[in-house]
C-alpha cells in the first residue's frame, strides 16, 4: 500500500452511506470540534456532566469505524449532526473517538487532517504519562500542522486545570506523540513504566503499543488502541530482534519530525515485516469492516490463581491451639447469647434449628467472618484490611483454620459467568483445544497452515489469521470476543409486533402499549405525543380508524421517525408548554435509546424487545478463529451446549479416537476435565450444560456447581461452610448431595453445614441444634451431640421431629372444582404435554432435578397468564391452548429472586411501613422544635443520613483482587444517620434503634399502630419474625425473599381472586415453620385463591389438595406428566418417584 495526502478518507474514517449526513456541517476547525463535542463523551468523564452510564454504553467504545459510530449516533438521536446532543445522548467514546470523528469531519471539509496517538501529563492519572490521542490538521494560512486535543471541552479543561490552549497544542504542553515517547525511554531520558493506561497497562509494550498506532494512524489504519494484531506489537520488548529495534527507532526518527515526508512513510512501509500489513488487512476482512460490523472487547487484564495461593499460604501459617476441634467461647455476634460450642475437626457438623435462631449468627456471621479476617491478615498490606474488618462478637475462637462459604443466594446476574467459568471446565477444554484442535479457513472450508510463530495462513485465499490460543476461546478476552456482539451471543432489538396491543383499535383507543390510550388526554401531555399528532395534522390521517387501517407511510414514520423532515410539535411539562421544532425520531428509536441508558436489569423496554442471536457468530460468542477450530469434528461452542452427561461421555470416548502422540499431549488435562464434569454429575447437575449463565441458575443449583468445583480443588484442611446444600433436590437426590459433602470431609476438611433437610441431619456426625426461638428469644445452644444424643435431648425442637417424623400430612384437603388447562407445552424439555391445573386450592408442581418443572410453570404457564391476564404480547408461544383463565381476577409470581434492587433496600421499605414510622418520629415534640419533618429520618436523604457513608451505615474497601469488603461506618457506627437525628427518640427509640429491632419485637413495639403492626404480624406468619427491619434485602436468601413478598401480597387485603404462583417456599424453613406456613396457605385457600407450588418438601407435598409429578427424570429424560392427582393416589402410582417418598 502507499499513502498520497491526508485529505483522502481511510479505510477507517470514511462515512460512507453516511456522507450525506456531513453537507450541513461548518467548515472551520474549531467549529467542526464543537459538532464533535456535542455528539461525544468520555467514558471514564461521565461524573463532570452529573450522569453515569451502563454496560452496554460503555461498550460503544468498541466501535472501530465511523459508519458504526454514526450509525449508534443517529439510533440514540435522530438529529442532525450539528444539532448539539445533551450529555445522555452523546456517544460513549474514549480520546480516540473524538478524534477519529474530527479527523473524518476535517477531511470532509479538505482539510488534511490525521490522527496521532501518544501520551499526555495533563490528567489526574496514577502514571506521569497517560494514553492519549490528538488530532493534527494543516493549516495551509500558517503553512504548519496545528494540533488539537478534540476531547478537552470548557468543562474538562476547567476540572483539570489546564492552562494552555488545547485547540493549538504546543511542544511543551505536556503531550509526547508515541515516537517521542519510544526515543525518550531508548536515550535513557525516560522510564517506560512513567508511560501507560494505568499501573496495570504500562511500559515498553505500552510505549512500543503507541508508536505503532502512531505508524498506523499516519498511514490510513486508525485502529482501536487494543487492537494489537501484527507480531511486531504483541512481542515483548526483551523479544525484539536488533533489526526490529532499528527498525522502530527509525520509524520513531521519522514521525518525530517536524516535518513528516509521506515518500519517507512510504519507504517505511516496504521495509515492514512481511506479515504486518497482510495481518492488519486479514484482521479488518474477519472482522467485515466493509460490512459495516460492530467490534471488539476491551483488553481485559487477568491476575489469575493468587487467591489460592494466598489460601495455602494461609494454611501453612495457621496456628492452631486445638488440633482435634475448633472451640468457640462466649459468641455473642447478633443473636447470640454469650455460646460455648466444639466442632470437632476433620467431621461434619450440622447446625440445625428454628429459622432465626442464630444458626447463620454462629456459621457465617462469627466463623466464617473470623476465618476471613485472619486470611486477611495473612496477605502482604493486610493488617489494615483486618483491623478495618469488624471483628465478630466472641471470646475466644481456637483451632479455626481457612474458611471458605458456599452459600444459597443468587450469584452472579453477569450473562459471562457461566457454569464453565464457575468450575473451570472451560480453562481445561481451552487448553484441550489449544493443544490438539484444528483450524480451519471460514472462507474456504481448507485446514489452516502454520506462517510464523503467531500466524497461520490459508493456502488457496492467503487470508492471515491469528495462531489459536487459550483466548482465543475465551469470549470474555478482547481476541476471542465476537466482533459483533462482544462476546454476549445476542443482541436486543426492538419488535414492531410488541409495540401493538390491539391492532383493531383505534390508536386513541389503546392501540400500542408505548403511546397507550390517549382519548381524552392532552394532545401535548408530552413530546412523543406531540410527534404522532405533528405527523397525524402534516399527513391528514384520522386517528379515529383501526389501527390496521392506516396507511403504511404514517405507521413508519411515528415508529421509525422522519428522517430529515421537520416537525414542530408543542409538549407541557410542570405547567409550562414548549415547543420542539425538529425530525420526528420515531417510537423505536425513541425505545432503543432508553434502553441504551438504562442500567436496570430488569428493564421494561424489554417488552417491546426481542433478544436476537447474534448475526455473526450466531450465538457462539466467540471469534471466527475459536468457531472454526475443530477437536475430532465437535467445536469448542458445541461442546460447551451439550449436558454434563453428553459431556462426560464425549470425555471417555475422545481417547480412543486420537493418536498416540496426542493422547500423551492432552492425558494430563482430559484427567482434569473428566475430575470436574464427574463432580457436576455426582452433584445431581447432569441435565445442565456448561453454558448455562448464572442468572439461569436457580440458588441450590448455583450452591452445587460451587460445591463441585471446591471438590475439584483438591484443597485440604480448611472449614467449609455449606448453607442448605439441599436447596432445589427432590429427595430421591439427597444422598448425591450427602455423598459430596463426605468427600470433602474425607479429603481432611471440617464441613459445617446449615441444614433443615432430615437426611443430611441424620447423615451428620455431629449436630448442634440452635434455639429454642427465633430473635431474641434464640440465640442459645440447646442442644448438641450425635444424630442419637439429639433425638433422646428432650430441650431439642429439631430431636421431636426426627423421633416423631410420620407421614400423615394434612387432613382438610379441598376438591378442585375449577381448572386451568394447559395445552402443547413444548418449552425446553418439555414433550408437547398437556395439563389440567386445578383451582380454589393447593396445588404442588413435583419431580426430580431438571425434570421439567420450572419449564412448564414459568415458560409455559406465566406466559399463558401473561398473555390472557395482562394483555401481553407473546411473540413466541411455549404453548398451543390455554382455558379456564376466566376463573381467576389476577396471579402474581413469588420467585427466589432479590426484592431489593440497591443496598438500600431493607423489609421496612418493602413493605411499605418505613413512611409511616418516619411520619411518627417527625411528630415527636422533639423533632417539632427542631423543624425535621419525616424526610430527615430517612437514611436515603442528603437531610438526615450520615455525610460519610451516605446512609448505608457501612462503608465500601476496594481490593483488586478479591470482591470489595464493606465495613462498618466509622461516623456513624453504622446507624446511618447524622447526631441530631439521632437525638431525637419515639417512645425511648431513636430511628436507629427502630432499624435495628427484628420484626417480632418491632410487631410489639407498635401494637399501637394498627397499620404497621398488621404488615409486621404477616411477617412473623410467614416465619419472618427474626429479619430486622433495617437490614439489607440484597442479602436475603431465595427462600426469604419469596416469603416477604408473599406478606407484602398478603397485605394488600385484595378481593380478587388470585392465583399465587411459589417457587419452593421452604427454603431456608425448619420443620416447626413449615407448620405455620402451610397454616398461612390453608388461610389462602379458605379465602377462595388458588396456589400453585414448586417444592421438594415431602411435608408441604403431602399438604397439596392435588400433584403434578413432572419426570420420569432430568433432561431429555423428563418433560412428562407421569403422575396427576391428590397425595394419597400419587402415593400409590407406580409410575411417581415422588410418591415413594411421601
Known amino acids: 500500500m502507499k499513502i498520497n495526502n491526508y485529505k483522502n478518507q481511510s479505510i477507517i474514517t470514511n462515512p460512507k452511506k453516511f456522507e450525506n449526513k456531513y453537507q450541513d456541517l461548518p467548515k472551520t476547525p474549531i467549529e467542526l470540534l464543537k459538532v464533535v463535542q456535542s455528539l461525544v463523551i468520555h467514558g471514564d468523564q461521565g461524573k463532570l456532566y452529573g450522569i453515569s452510564f451502563n454496560k452496554q454504553q460503555s461498550d460503544e467504545e468498541l466501535l472501530r469505524t465511523i459508519p458504526q459510530m454514526l450509525k449508534r449516533i443517529f439510533e440514540i438521536n435522530s438529529n442532525p449532526l450539528t444539532i448539539p446532543r445533551n450529555p445522555k445522548q452523546r456517544l460513549v467514546g474514549m480520546c480516540r473517538d473524538y478524534s477519529l470523528l474530527l479527523v473524518s469531519l476535517l477531511r470532509y471539509r479538505g482539510f488534511e487532517a490525521r490522527m496521532r496517538a501518544g501520551f499526555a501529563n495533563y490528567f489526574e492519572s496514577e502514571l506521569t504519562y497517560e494514553d492519549h490521542w490528538l488530532v493534527e490538521y494543516y493549516d495551509t494560512l500558517t ?12 468543562i474538562q479543561k476547567n476540572y483539570f486545570q489546564i492552562n494552555f490552549d488545547t485547540h493549538d497544542v504546543g511542544k511543551t504542553d505536556g503531550f509526547l506523540t508515541g515516537s517521542e515517547a519510544w526515543i525518550r ?25 503507541n508508536l505503532l498506532h502512531d505508524f498506523n494512524n499516519m498511514i490510513g489504519l486508525e485502529l482501536l ?22 527498525l522502530l527507532d527509525e520509524m520513531a526518527e521519522i514521525l518525530s519530525s517536524g516535518n513528516i515526508k509521506i515518500e519517507d512513510l512510504n519507504l517505511l512501509i516496504e521495509k515492514l515485516p512481511e506479515d504486518y500489513l497482510k495481518s492488519i488487512f486479514s484482521q479488518l476482512k474477519i472482522l467485515g469492516i466493509s460490512e459495516i460490523k460492530e467490534l471488539g472487547n476491551p483488553l481485559e487484564l487477568e491476575k489469575k490463581f493468587k487467591f489460592t495461593k494466598s489460601i495455602n499460604k494461609s494454611i501453612k501459617n495457621s496456628l492452631c491451639h486445638n488440633k482435634s476441634s475448633i472451640y468457640l467461647k462466649g459468641g455473642r455476634q447478633n443473636n447470640l447469647k454469650d455460646v460455648e460450642v466444639t466442632i470437632p475437626k476433620n467431621q461434619i457438623t450440622v447446625i440445625t434449628g428454628v429459622s432465626g435462631s442464630g444458626k447463620s449468627s454462629l456459621a457465617f456471621d462469627t466463623i466464617y467472618e473470623e476465618g476471613k479476617r485472619r486470611y486477611f491478615e495473612n496477605l502482604s498490606n493486610g493488617a489494615k484490611l483486618s483491623e478495618q474488618l469488624q471483628k465478630p462478637e466472641f471470646d475466644l475462637l481456637q483451632g479455626l483454620t481457612p474458611t471458605i462459604a458456599i452459600e444459597q443466594k443468587k450469584g452472579s446476574q453477569n450473562p459471562r459467568s457461566t457454569v464453565g467459568t464457575l468450575t473451570s471446565i472451560w480453562d481445561y477444554l481451552r ?18 497452515e502454520k506462517k510464523n510463530n503467531t500466524k497461520n495462513y490459508c493456502p488457496h485465499c492467503q487470508t492471515i489469521f491469528s495462531k489459536i490460543n487459550t483466548s482465543t476461546f475465551n469470549a470474555n478476552s478482547h481476541t476471542g470476543a465476537c466482533h459483533d456482539c462482544n462476546g454476549l451471543g445476542f443482541t436486543y432489538q426492538v419488535n414492531p409486533q410488541l409495540i401493538v396491543k390491539d391492532p383493531t383499535i383505534s390508536i386513541l383507543d389503546g392501540a400500542t402499549y408505548y403511546f397507550g390510550k390517549l382519548r381524552g388526554k392532552k394532545p401535548n401531555g408530552n413530546w412523543m405525543v406531540g410527534e404522532l399528532y405533528a405527523i397525524a395534522k402534516d399527513k391528514n390521517i384520522d386517528l379515529d380508524i383501526p389501527w390496521n387501517e392506516l396507511p403504511r407511510d404514517f405507521i413508519d414514520a411515528i415508529l421509525y421517525g422522519t428522517d430529515d423532515k421537520i416537525y414542530e410539535f408543542s409538549f407541557e411539562s410542570k405547567g409550562r408548554e414548549s415547543k420542539i421544532r425538529r425530525p420526528a425520531s420515531g417510537a423505536i428509536n425513541h425505545i432503543q435509546r432508553l434502553f441504551r441508558e438504562s ?10 424487545m426481542n433478544k436476537i442471536p447474534c448475526n455473526t457468530c450466531g450465538g457462539e460468542l466467540l471469534c471466527i478463529e475459536a468457531r472454526f477450530t475443530t477437536i475430532k469434528g465437535y467445536r469448542f461452542p458445541e461442546l460447551t451446549k451439550m449436558t454434563i452427561e453428553q459431556l462426560w461421555n464425549w470425555l471417555c470416548e475422545l481417547p480412543n479416537q486420537l493418536q498416540k502422540n496426542e493422547l500423551s499431549l492432552v492425558n494430563d488435562i482430559l484427567t482434569e476435565l473428566k475430575i470436574r464434569v464427574s463432580y457436576l454429575l455426582k452433584v445431581g447437575l447432569s441435565y445442565i450444560s456448561t453454558d448455562r449463565t448464572s442468572p439461569t441458575l436457580s440458588g441450590g443449583e448455583l450452591q452445587r456447581v460451587r460445591l463441585s468445583s471446591q471438590l475439584g480443588s483438591e484443597l485440604v484442611g480448611l472449614t467449609y461452610i455449606l448453607d442448605e446444600p439441599s436447596i432445589g433436590l427432590h429427595p430421591r437426590d439427597h444422598n448425591l448431595i450427602i455423598k459430596m459433602i463426605e468427600e470433602l470431609r474425607d479429603k481432611g476438611n471440617t464441613v459445617i453445614v446449615v441444614e433443615h433437610d432430615k437426611d443430611t441431619i441424620l447423615s451428620a456426625d455431629y449436630i448442634i441444634d440452635v434455639g429454642p426461638s427465633a ?27 426426627l423421633s416423631t417424623y410420620n407421614k400423615t400430612g394434612s387432613q382438610n384437603k379441598t376438591i378442585p372444582s375449577k381448572w386451568l388447562s394447559l395445552k402443547g407445552c413444548h418449552a425446553n424439555n418439555l414433550k408437547n404435554i398437556d395439563v389440567e391445573i386445578p383451582l380454589n386450592c393447593m396445588c404442588s408442581i413435583t419431580g426430580v432435578s431438571g425434570s421439567g418443572k420450572s419449564s412448564l410453570v414459568f415458560h409455559s404457564l406465566l406466559p399463558a397468564l401473561e398473555e390472557k391476564l395482562k394483555q401481553k404480547s407473546i411473540p413466541d408461544k411455549n404453548y398451543t391452548e390455554f382455558t379456564g383463565f376466566d376463573a381467576i381476577d389476577d396471579f402474581i409470581l413469588m420467585d427466589q429472586t432479590p426484592i431489593g434492587k440497591s443496598s438500600r433496600s431493607t423489609p421496612a421499605t418493602y413493605i411499605n411501613i418505613f413512611d409511616e414510622i418516619r411520619s411518627l418520629f417527625a411528630e415527636t415534640p422533639q423533632a417539632k422544635q427542631k423543624l425535621l419533618d419525616e424526610s430527615y429520618f430517612s437514611f436515603n436523604s442528603k437531610k438526615g443520613q450520615c455525610p460519610n457513608c451516605q446512609g448505608l451505615g457501612k462503608t465500601k474497601i476496594i481490593l483488586q483482587y478479591m470482591a470489595d469488603q464493606w465495613v462498618t461506618c466509622s461516623e456513624c457506627q453504622g446507624k446511618r444517620y447524622q447526631k441530631e437525628i439521632l437525638s431525637i427518640q419515639y417512645k425511648g427509640k431513636t430511628i436507629a434503634d427502630i432499624l435495628d429491632m427484628e420484626v417480632a419485637e418491632a410487631k410489639t413495639f407498635f401494637s399501637d399502630c394498627s397499620d404497621i403492626y398488621r404488615k409486621l404480624s404477616l411477617l412473623d406468619e410467614v416465619g419472618l419474625g427474626y429479619l430486622k427491619l433495617g437490614q439489607n434485602t440484597l442479602g436475603l436468601s431465595g427462600g426469604e425473599s419469596q416469603r416477604i413478598k408473599l406478606a407484602k401480597e398478603l397485605g394488600t387485603k385484595t378481593k380478587k381472586r388470585m392465583l399465587y404462583i411459589l417457587d419452593e417456599p421452604t427454603t431456608g424453613l425448619h420443620f416447626k415453620d413449615i407448620e405455620n406456613l402451610l397454616i398461612t396457605f390453608r388461610k389462602l385457600v379458605n379465602e377462595q385463591h388458588s396456589l400453585l407450588i414448586i417444592e421438594h418438601n415431602t411435608e408441604v407435598i403431602r399438604a397439596s389438595d392435588w400433584i403434578i409429578d413432572i419426570g420420569p427424570d432430568s433432561g431429555i429424560n423428563g418433560g412428562e406428566i407421569v403422575a396427576s392427582g391428590t397425595p394419597d393416589e400419587i402415593k400409590i ?5 415422588t410418591g415413594h417418598f411421601i
Open 143 to 154: 503553512k504548519r500542522w496545528i494540533r488539537i486535543d478534540a476531547q478537552i471541552d470548557d
Open 185 to 209: 525511554c531508548r536515550q535513557g531520558h525516560a522510564h517506560p513504566d512513567d508511560f501507560g493506561y494505568n499501573k496495570n497497562w504500562k511500559g515498553w509494550h505500552s510505549v512500543k503499543g
Open 225 to 246: 488502541p487494543w487492537d494489537l494484531w501484527t507480531e511486531l506489537s504483541s512481542k515483548k520488548y526483551n523479544q525484539l530482534t536488533r533489526a526490529e529495534k532499528n
Open 431 to 448: 487448553m484441550l483445544f489449544v493443544s490438539i484442535g484444528k483450524s480451519y479457513c471460514p472462507y474456504c472450508k481448507i485446514p489452516l
Open 599 to 608: 442500567s436496570s436489569e430488569n428493564n421494561t423496554l424489554h417488552q417491546y
Open 775 to 801: 430473635g431474641t428469644k434464640g440465640g442459645f445452644i440447646i442442644a448438641e451431640g450425635t444424630t442419637q444424643e439429639i433425638i433422646k435431648n428432650p430441650n431439642s425442637i429439631t430431636g421431636k421431629y
Open 1133 to 1137: 402410582n407406580p409410575n411417581s418417584i
